[in-house]
């Protein structure tokens, strides 16, 4: 896609069409923040803005034990969860693809895009759903799927699909299917994931400008399955923060967390990611607070700032941490006010990833 194609839809509509489709899983981790933030710039902009809770497509997935009752349960807690991160809720729609599959059309534009896809592509874009592409060996119905989050987007009518990059390939094959069926093209607008506190392998760029199509979209897959490796994941908690984590707990996990001081090694930093994608665009700086004897309390105004100071070494990874560590409280308290006077439905969601023994 390109910007024109989003500059023409925001000055010839009124109101153009957003969406973002979340599977209803388990506990939300930081990562929302990002996500929570771009969601409302979408809202600012003008456009109206469909979260659209996947529960059919989270039991082809197998979460939440597959169970579509609990699956749902979990998507009440995370509509909470976007409330509580100050998504504006009367600028969004939250819609269950359970309302949207009911439409015979929708099985019918199924079978038409499963009809000009070959299997092997199919099976690629599993990586949509964190799965490898021989898991479709045992469970036939995970390749229904990728056709799915396909035509979710036509059903829904929508002029932008926001997602993470890890969703790349389900968008631009959506974009390959409007063009040979003259369906509306949906334009596909990508945001990092945030990296797992234990950090992961550098991901290389390369610079070089005269790329072809085919080879820039490989580079880019091979960035976005870099990313996805390493992303925050509340699979592993000692790797991610939950928004439910007490400031006590952020603080000693970001102690613990990977921070190299190089900067061929800043899109793997967590402590950067987080501070350049949820800190500044939140506040507008960082400010840290340190003894008399290192400098001072230091405050930066822009990430830029704050990259310059830390390669340079003017700012050492102590102090970082520290400043991460206190502009992540800072984004929880709201989170923290909201479910101690709302706590049912997060309740709910501890009561049944008890019950499937995924939390202790």
Same mark, same amino acid.
């Given at each position: 896609?390109?910007?024109?194609?989003?500059?023409?839809?925001?000055?010839?509509?009124?109101?153009?069409?957003?969406?973002?489709?979340? /599977?209803?899983?388990?506990?939300?981790?930081?990562?929302?923040?990002?996500?929570?933030?771009?969601?409302?710039?979408?809202? *600012?902009?003008?456009?109206?803005?469909?979260?659209?809770?996947?529960?059919?497509? +989270?039991?082809?997935?197998?979460?939440?034990?597959?169970?579509?009752?609990?699956?749902?349960?979990?998507?009440?807690?995370?509509?909470?969860?976007?409330?509580?991160?100050?998504?504006?809720?009367?600028?969004?729609?939250?819609?269950?693809?359970?309302?949207?599959?009911?439409?015979?059309?929708?099985?019918?534009?199924?079978?038409?895009?499963?009809?000009?896809?070959?299997?092997?592509?199919?099976?690629?874009?599993?990586?949509?759903?964190?799965?490898?592409?021989?898991?479709?060996?045992?469970?036939?119905?995970?390749?229904?799927?990728?056709?799915?989050?396909?035509?979710?987007?036509?059903?829904?009518?929508? *002029?932008?699909?926001?997602?993470?990059?890890?969703?790349?390939?389900?968008?631009?094959?959506?974009?390959?299917?409007?063009?040979?069926?003259?369906?509306?093209?949906?334009? +596909?607008?990508?945001?990092?994931?945030?990296?797992?506190?234990?950090?992961?392998?550098?991901?290389?760029?390369?610079?070089?400008?005269?790329?072809?199509?085919?080879? /820039?979209?490989?580079?880019?897959?091979?960035?976005?399955?870099?990313?996805?490796?390493?992303?925050?994941?509340?699979? *592993?908690?000692?790797?991610?923060?939950?928004?439910? *984590?007490?400031?006590?707990?952020?603080?000693?996990?970001?102690?613990?967390?990977?921070?190299?001081?190089?900067?061929?090694? /800043?899109?793997?930093?967590?402590?950067?990611?987080? +501070?350049?994608?949820?800190?500044?665009?939140?506040?507008?700086?960082?400010?840290?607070?340190?003894?008399?004897?290192?400098?001072?309390?230091?405050?930066?105004?822009?990430?830029?700032?704050?990259? /310059?100071?830390?390669?340079?070494?003017?700012?050492?990874?102590?102090?970082?941490?520290?400043?991460?560590?206190?502009?992540?409280?800072?984004?929880?308290?709201?989170?923290?006010?909201?479910?101690?006077?709302?706590?049912?439905?997060?309740?709910?969601?501890?009561?049944?990833?008890?019950?499937?023994?995924?939390?202790?």
């Amino acid at each position: 896609m390109s910007e024109e194609e989003l500059r023409t839809v925001l000055e010839t509509k009124e109101q153009p069409l957003a969406y973002i489709g979340f /599977e209803p899983s388990g506990i939300v981790h930081m990562g929302w923040a990002l996500v929570t933030a771009k969601i409302k710039d979408l809202c *600012d902009a003008g456009f109206k803005v469909i979260i659209l809770w996947a529960d059919w497509h +989270a039991s082809i997935n197998d979460k939440v034990g597959g169970n579509l009752d609990n699956i749902r349960a979990v998507a009440r807690y995370m509509e909470d969860c976007f409330v509580a991160l100050g998504v504006p809720a009367d600028k969004v729609e939250f819609r269950y693809a359970q309302d949207v599959v009911n439409d015979l059309s929708y099985w019918e534009n199924i079978i038409k895009v499963g009809k000009i896809t070959s299997l092997s592509r199919i099976k690629r874009t599993m990586t949509i759903m964190g799965r490898k592409e021989d898991e479709a060996e045992l469970d036939s119905s995970k390749i229904i799927y990728p056709l799915m989050q396909c035509v979710d987007m036509f059903q829904l009518g929508v *002029d932008v699909a926001y997602a993470g990059i890890d969703q790349r390939r389900v968008n631009m094959l959506a974009r390959e299917v409007a063009e040979k069926f003259g369906w509306k093209k949906p334009i +596909a607008i990508h945001t990092p994931l945030l990296p797992g506190l234990k950090g992961g392998a550098r991901m290389n760029g390369d610079g070089a400008k005269d790329k072809t199509v085919r080879e /820039e979209a490989k580079s880019m897959d091979e960035q976005s399955a870099a990313m996805i490796d390493m992303k925050m994941s509340k699979s *592993d908690p000692t790797s991610s923060i939950n928004i439910h *984590d007490t400031p006590d707990s952020v603080r000693q996990k970001i102690k613990k967390a990977y921070c190299p001081p190089e900067k061929e090694n /800043e899109g793997t930093n967590p402590m950067l990611m987080i +501070a350049k994608y949820i800190i500044f665009p939140r506040f507008g700086r960082m400010d840290i607070e340190r003894p008399e004897k290192y400098g001072g309390n230091v405050s930066y105004d822009s990430y830029e700032a704050l990259t /310059e100071a830390y390669f340079s070494g003017a700012l050492g990874p102590v102090d970082l941490k520290a400043g991460v560590a206190d502009g992540i409280n800072r984004v929880l308290a709201p989170v923290n006010e909201f479910f101690a006077a709302h706590p049912e439905n997060y309740d709910r969601v501890v009561e049944i990833l008890k019950g499937l023994g995924k939390l202790r």
